[in-house]
């Protein structure tokens, strides 16, 4: 996708830098058999393409990428599929703006 002066966003979002957290994951999956359609949503919905589907057909997130838009809070907090935090201070995205 391209903005009006030609930029694509995803050239925009690669500007962005992320520090990792390791080992603190600031959102987790609840343990499921079968995704629930609130799960397999996030799927298409998060715009850092952080949950996939495993070889299990379970739904897994890797949230290091995550530009805490609130998509997935919104859709799956609620529903209990999901645990969302902010990242710990000083971790997380780090947005790059202009
Ligand atoms: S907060 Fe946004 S970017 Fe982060 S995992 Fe959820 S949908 Fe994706």
Redesign the pocket.
Known sequence: MSTETGVRVEDKLYQNRYLVDAGQAH?KVKPHSKPSPALLS?IK????H??EINSNGQVE?A?D?????????VIAEGTGDIE?NYPRGGYGVLFKFG
Do not use: D
């Open positions: 959102i996030l919905a998060c715009p850092a952080c949950y997130v949230p990428g995550c530009m805490e838009c609130g998509t997935c809070r969302w």
